[in-house]
């Protein structure tokens, strides 16, 4: 009885922690407009990042060189992403006025992964310099 | 049963990641301000070290290993809630409540010690082993509690250093989760051998992440509306 109920009320903390950490993460990126640069590079130029765009913009940081701090993040946003898509699929039979809220926290983790893209180009561009510059 | 690479690879990666934090608190010079996570930290590592010994000399499934691990764990899971004072002090600070908030988290260790031998004090057949389970699951039980508290204390003061709350709602995720595995494996012990032996290691390596990453990426002047962070149903 005492293990059932430390294990129903420890889930549903863990969740709300988890959830809150990864909107702590996001929220320091929420502040962040995305540049023109990652627009066009992810061919969202003109619009909102959508919802669904952060697997591709994911997969689009992972194309570039790794700056080595960044790593945790994303994988903490990722695994949140991954839930919010599960949250929305069963509460879509359960309870559908979740959706729009998941839709949401979707299109702010997509912002998330489009601002550490815009930190990946800017550190592949100082890459790119620096090596000219030693090479001259 | 045998250890694997995994198994030997998140032993590594947790012990790195410990004196990771405590490299990099020491660089920031922020070690007397978080001194009872720093010492949580080296006494980890240690204890990681002495697990490491221990399967290596008595095996994976020996008793030594057995008492080593839980009560270490145990061990240290009292030295992690003398980081949680801290973090209140930290919270209240302004309060001028420190006093009170030793006294009643001594009071609180002192009845789960209480209530976790009241409760295995029926089974005395297989007291020992059953004595440090039933500890570890309620020790982290406390854990998530005191966690939630400080919380919510932190929410109700509008508390905004965006270091501490991601500092604490790490260790609220560490606690829970480790809270559920127990729970879970006192409920299922068929579960442990496959799944649930899995969750403590990785929420081992987890804390020493998420707080080396905090200490690295947030500055202490890094400021949070903690309002943003509040899922409310609308």
């Known amino acids: 009885m005492m293990a059932a109920l430390i294990c129903v009320a420890s889930i549903a903390l863990f969740l709300q922690f988890f959830v809150s950490y990864c909107r702590a993460i996001l929220g320091a990126s929420r502040k962040v407009d995305l540049s023109e640069r990652v627009r066009e590079v992810s061919g969202i130029a003109n619009q909102q990042v959508g919802a669904d765009d952060f697997p591709r913009l994911v997969q689009l940081v992972r194309l570039c060189p790794e700056r080595g701090d960044d790593q945790t993040e994303i994988r903490a946003v990722g695994t949140y992403y991954g839930l919010l898509h599960f949250i929305k699929t069963v509460s879509s039979f359960l309870i559908p006025g979740i959706g729009a809220w998941t839709e949401k926290e979707r299109v702010g983790c997509s912002h998330f992964a489009g601002v550490a893209l815009d930190r990946r180009i800017s550190y592949s561009r100082d890459l790119f310099t620096q090596q000219v510059a030693d090479r001259s | ?183 879970l494996r006192n409920l299922f012990p068929s579960l442990q051998p496959f799944v649930l032996r899995w969750v403590p290691p990785i929420m081992g390596v987890w804390l020493p992440i998420a707080w080396a990453y905090t200490f690295a990426k947030v500055s202490e002047d890094a400021r949070l509306a903690t309002a943003r962070l509040v899922v409310r149903a609308r």
């Open chain 2, 1 to 183: 049963m045998q250890l694997g690479p995994f198994d030997y690879a998140l032993w590594l990666v947790g012990f790195l990641v410990e004196i990771g934090v405590v490299v990099c608190l020491v660089h920031k010079k922020d070690v007397f301000r978080y001194l009872s996570l720093t010492i949580y930290m080296l006494c980890a590592a240690f204890v990681t070290v002495g697990q490491y010994y221990s399967v290596d000399r008595f095996g994976f499934t020996s008793p030594q290993y057995f008492y080593y691990y839980y009560y270490t764990e145990s061990l240290l899971t009292i030295l992690l809630f003398w980081t949680v004072i801290q973090f209140y002090q930290q919270t209240f600070r302004e309060m001028n409540v420190s006093s009170y908030i030793r006294g009643a988290a001594v009071l609180l260790l002192l009845l789960t010690g209480l209530f976790s031998y009241a409760v295995v004090h029926e089974n005395r057949s297989h007291l020992t082993t059953k004595f440090v389970v039933e500890l570890g699951q309620n020790l982290y039980f406390v854990g998530v509690v005191l966690t939630y508290l400080l919380w919510g204390a932190i929410l109700k003061l509008r508390e905004t250093r965006t270091r501490l709350i991601q500092l604490v709602l790490a260790l609220g995720v560490y606690f829970s989760a480790t809270a559920c595995t127990y729970a």
